[in-house]
């Protein structure tokens, strides 16, 4: 069913089962086999059901890095990046951002392995690298086909990395996913690979950083009042991402923050109320866990002078992370803390999710 050499047991394959051939749902899965110890095999499948893109603003982007996100896919040419660990969503996000820019006069390719969302109006290929059929490859043909935006699912190696960089300085928009920590890391993995910094310090306009967390079930979500030394803990834990690069003393900023927050509770809740978070419970709707759904917590970095100097000297990510910070940057776990705040997740799920 998924097309692989049922005689080859001794080195790993890739396959995949599209459903819809035999009559059933549109759903694929994606096969991987390993060969292990005394001749069995270890399988994993991942399930791709075909779907839609989400709207850019339903991904949970707060609004700040929305309207900068925007801002930078307005560009006619350069680099956005959207990186995170497997399974962060990193591809879901490209797509909801190609959606809002996928108009009648544009041309967008896109190159992905497997394509797991469709849209009407893009030019998908699938990449298949058993007949040398790669990311850098696909981008060569698309720059002959005159694209106005390109989208590869994975920078995996220098070579698609220097002919991305290249196609975003000739006058297209290209995005792309690295499988990085964080934003100002991505910058450092791609110098390391033998990117060109002075072309790629024009070249870039933004990374996004993301992963996934649990949202609260809205059915059966309780609220608990919040004390002073709670939001204290929060803004401790807040602010640690910020250390060195903060412009006021940290007592200062700590303050200022705990102050900010109130007024947001007080806003969100109602004049009067007590201040509270929110926490899980369970019920048949979350099937007991206290969770139902999913959403995404963001770092985005646009790239000013400040940043676009610290790549032309290769300097390491902590710099080019307090100058991010400096400039407004929000790191993954402030972007969490704050959406604890909302009601919309809670804070055990922040913190699994997102270092420093």
Known sequence: MATLDISEHR??????????RFGGLKVELRVATIPTYQGLEDVVLRVLASQKPLPLDSVGLSHDDLTQLRAAMRHSYGLILVCGPTGSGKTTTLHSVLSEINTDERKIW???DPIEITQRGLRQVEVNPRIGWTFAA????FLRADPDVVMIGEMRDAETAGIAIEASLTGHLVLSTLHTNSAPESVTRLLEIGLEP?????????????????RLCKHCRAPAPVTAEALGQLADLYLQASHGALD????????ALISRWLRQLQAQQGEGQTAHLWHRVGCQHCEHTGYKGRMGLYELMTVNEAIRSHIRQRAPAQEIRASALRAGMKTLRQDGIEKV??????LPEVLAAANL
């Open 11 to 20: 080195k790993p394959q890739d396959g995949k089962i599209d459903f819809s």
């Open 110 to 112: 896109t190159a992905e």
């Open 138 to 141: 696909a981008m060569r043909a």
């Open 198 to 214: 002075f072309t790629f310090s024009d070249a870039l306009i933004a990374i996004l950083s993301q992963r996934l967390v649990r």
């Open 248 to 255: 006021v003393p940290m007592k200062e900023a700590r303050t």
């Open 341 to 346: 705040l909302q009601g919309l997740t809670d």
